[in-house]
């Protein structure tokens, strides 16, 4: 009653109560949204207040990938850059059914936020038609092993596949400088095709 999704009237000294306008709900969260939004950003400034030593998450099972390509949408900007080391986009598809859908949406994000990949991957190793913005180098199957890393604004990701599969997420601009670094030299290296 407080947000005005129902309302209540007395019939026969019984309260009952009725539902309001559906589209009601709508202006409820509308507003809980625009709420937020001014407070973001003194959030961000108090993040940003205690971020100077390194931070560390760990991540594990099923979802990982998926925490994964969030973090990204939501940490870069538009013109960004990812650089992906020993992806796996075949081990990627089959993790589970939800995978390819979102995979697919975040690929759809990167077009709209020109977002540009580069990634290593084994050679023989699937390319998806729908990474638009993606390019891709390859190194022999024996280089790469059962792990990958991501590199994207001040973050590293670091997955390992197994059981459970494992996300180890680091935030500090050296760490990530450093891996960018690395990446480098190794995109130089890797074949076009």
């Known amino acids: 009653m407080e947000k005005g999704v129902v309302s209540s009237i007395q019939i026969k000294n019984k309260k009952n109560y009725q539902a309001a306008d559906p589209r009601r709900l709508e202006e409820v969260a509308t507003q809980r949204l625009e709420n937020l939004q001014k407070i973001i950003p003194q959030l961000i400034q108090y993040q940003n207040f205690v ?5 560390v998450e760990l991540h594990k099972g099923k979802h990982v990938y998926k ?28 993790l589970d059914k ?12 990167a077009v709209k936020l020109n977002i540009h990949e580069k990634v290593i991957a084994k050679q023989g190793n699937t390319v998806l038609k729908e990474a638009k913005t993606t390019t891709y180098r390859f190194l022999p199957k024996d280089v790469i092993g059962n ?38 030299i190794l995109w130089e290296n890797a074949n076009p095709k």
């Open 98 to 109: 939800y995978t390819p859908s979102n995979l697919n949406l975040y690929l759809a994000k």
């Open 51 to 55: 971020t100077e030593e390194i931070k």
């Open 147 to 184: 792990a990958a890393f991501e590199v994207y604004g001040n973050k590293v990701a670091i997955l390992l596949w197994g059981s459970p599969n494992h996300l180890i997420l680091i935030t500090d601009k050296e760490v990530a400088d450093s891996y960018r670094n690395q990446f480098k």
């Open 67 to 94: 925490t994964l390509l969030n973090d990204i949408i939501v940490t870069l900007k538009r013109n960004d850059e990812v650089l992906v080391y020993g992806i796996d986009d075949d081990i990627l598809l089959r």
